[in-house]
C-alpha cells in the first residue's frame, strides 16, 4: 500500500469501495468519492493488506457489501468463488457477519456515497466490494 493509500484509511469516515475491472469507476466518483487507482492488483490481496489497518464497523449487521447477480446470471446458476475469498480474508480478520448482497443500481448508489472508489485489476465477475470502517478498541491502540 501507498503512503497516499494509507492516509486514506487511516481519514476514511465513509465506506470503502473495492472496485472491479469492470466498475465504472470514475463516473461514479464524478459524484463525489476520491478516485484511488490500483490498477494491476487484484481485490483480495488488497482487501489483505487492508484488513490490517482498517477495523471494520462492529455495530452493522453487514460491514461488508458486494453487488448481487443480475436475475440472468441467477437463472444461469452463476458461481461468484471470489466471494468465498472475501468471506475468508474477512473471517481471518475478526468478522463473523455474512456479506451483504446489493441489487447493481443500489451499489452504484452507494458507492456514489462512499469515501473513496479503489479501481483495481480485479478481473474476477462481481468482484466489487464495500467496506465500511470501525472503530479501534483501546485495548488495539497499545
Same mark, same amino acid.
Given at each position: 500500500?501507498?503512503?497516499? /493509500? *494509507?492516509?486514506?484509511?487511516? !481519514? *476514511?469516515?465513509?465506506?470503502?469501495? &473495492?472496485? $472491479? !475491472?469492470?466498475?465504472?469507476?470514475? !463516473?461514479?466518483?464524478?459524484?463525489? @468519492?476520491?478516485? *484511488? +487507482?490500483?490498477?494491476?492488483?487484484?481485490? @483480495? %490481496?488488497?482487501?489483505?493488506? *487492508?484488513?490490517?489497518? &482498517?477495523?471494520?464497523?462492529?455495530?452493522?449487521?453487514? @460491514?461488508?457489501?458486494?453487488?448481487?447477480?443480475? $436475475?440472468? $446470471?441467477?437463472?444461469?446458476?452463476?458461481?461468484?468463488?471470489?466471494? $468465498?475469498?472475501?468471506?475468508?480474508?474477512?473471517? %481471518?480478520?475478526?468478522? %463473523?457477519?455474512?456479506?451483504?448482497?446489493?441489487? +447493481? /443500481?443500489?451499489?452504484?448508489? +452507494?458507492?456514489?456515497?462512499? =469515501?473513496?472508489?479503489?479501481?483495481?485489476?480485479?478481473?474476477?465477475? =462481481?468482484?466489487? &466490494?464495500?467496506?465500511?470502517?470501525?472503530?479501534?478498541?483501546?485495548? %488495539?491502540?497499545?
Amino acid at each position: 500500500l501507498t503512503n497516499e /493509500f *494509507i492516509l486514506y484509511l487511516i !481519514s *476514511i469516515l465513509y465506506p470503502l469501495v &473495492l472496485a $472491479d !475491472s469492470n466498475f465504472p469507476a470514475s !463516473s461514479v466518483c464524478a459524484f463525489g @468519492p476520491k478516485e *484511488i +487507482r490500483a490498477d494491476g492488483l487484484g481485490i @483480495p %490481496q488488497l482487501l489483505k493488506a *487492508i484488513l490490517k489497518l &482498517l477495523p471494520l464497523d462492529t455495530y452493522v449487521p453487514h @460491514p461488508a457489501a458486494v453487488m448481487d447477480l443480475v $436475475d440472468s $446470471d441467477k437463472l444461469k446458476g452463476l458461481a461468484v468463488p471470489v466471494w $468465498d475469498v472475501y468471506t475468508q480474508l474477512l473471517k %481471518q480478520a475478526g468478522s %463473523q457477519a455474512p456479506l451483504e448482497k446489493v441489487e +447493481r /443500481f443500489a451499489f452504484y448508489e +452507494r458507492a456514489k456515497k462512499a =469515501y473513496a472508489v479503489v479501481a483495481t485489476g480485479e478481473t474476477a465477475l =462481481y468482484g466489487n &466490494l464495500i467496506l465500511k470502517k470501525g472503530v479501534l478498541a483501546a485495548e %488495539q491502540l497499545d
